[in-house]
């Protein structure tokens, strides 16, 4: 079934620790993204990528990294894990289709992977 | 800078009533609009989209929003809510330049249905 898969699906993960979300796409989108949804504060845009190569920062981009090797994966890296990036993270795509601009550009998302950091 | 705002942060009906989720958006030019909705434990599923042209959308699951200018909102609608609409629903506004894509979503709106 094609569509996005993030792994893992939860993780209990000690402060100070490095830890890597994994995203995979198989539809071949253009754009892919990392989320981070908290209570009250809805969802939040962590770090995008327009295009394989390219990576851009978001809203909240502190504390994480990212890398977009393909068009496929788009792993999200806590490099040194803090209490405060306890969260629900997502990652989502999109057809970036610049010549078509009324197209539009939904995001598919993948199911989420809750990260607790003690 | 896009924004979206939506006032109710929880919404409780009846099963069977109408409802109207609110949604307000701040954008420099003609937004793209969304409606997504999550079920508990779930990822994000798209109910319906504005880009241009008719102002009244529909989407899955017998909903529908309405694109106001002139108000800068996007409401959601549904004349007769299920018990399997109780969700999260979040509100989103899309922003298309060349090299830069990104959407902004609202806070959302936890909706519960009584029987």
């Not at chain 1, 198989?26 to 989108?29: A, E, I, T, V």
């Not at chain 2, 241009?52 to 102002?55: I, R, Y």
């Given at each position: 079934i094609a569509g996005i898969t993030q792994a893992p699906t939860s993780q209990i993960l000690a402060a100070g620790r490095r830890m890597t979300l994994r995203c995979t796409q198989?539809?071949?989108?253009n754009a892919m993204y990392w989320y981070r949804q908290d209570l009250g504060l809805g969802l939040r845009l962590i770090h995008y990528s327009n295009t394989a190569g390219t990576t851009g920062k978001g809203e909240v981009p502190d504390g994480y990294s990212v890398s977009r090797a393909n068009t496929d994966d788009f792993p999200l890296t806590l490099a040194s894990a803090v209490p405060s990036q306890t969260s629900v993270y997502f990652c989502a795509s999109s057809d970036r289709v610049i010549r078509d601009r009324f197209r539009g550009t939904e995001a598919f998302f993948g199911q989420g992977t809750r990260l607790t950091v003690v | 800078a896009q924004s979206v705002t939506q006032p109710d942060i929880h919404i409780t009906v009846s099963e069977g009533a109408s409802l109207e989720l609110r949604c307000n958006y701040s954008y420099g030019a003609t937004p793209y609009l969304f409606w997504y909705v999550q079920s508990p434990g779930q990822g994000l599923q798209l109910l319906l989209k504005y880009f241009?042209?008719?102002?009244l959308v529909q989407g899955i699951k017998g909903f529908e929003a309405e694109f106001k200018r002139s108000q800068s909102s996007f409401n959601l609608r549904k004349p007769s809510v299920h018990w399997s609409d109780a969700a999260e629903y979040f509100c989103a506004v899309g922003a298309l330049n060349f090299g830069n894509e990104k959407l902004t979503f609202g806070t959302g709106t936890r909706l519960t249905i009584i029987p």
């Open positions: 198989d539809m071949r989108h | 241009s042209g008719d102002t």
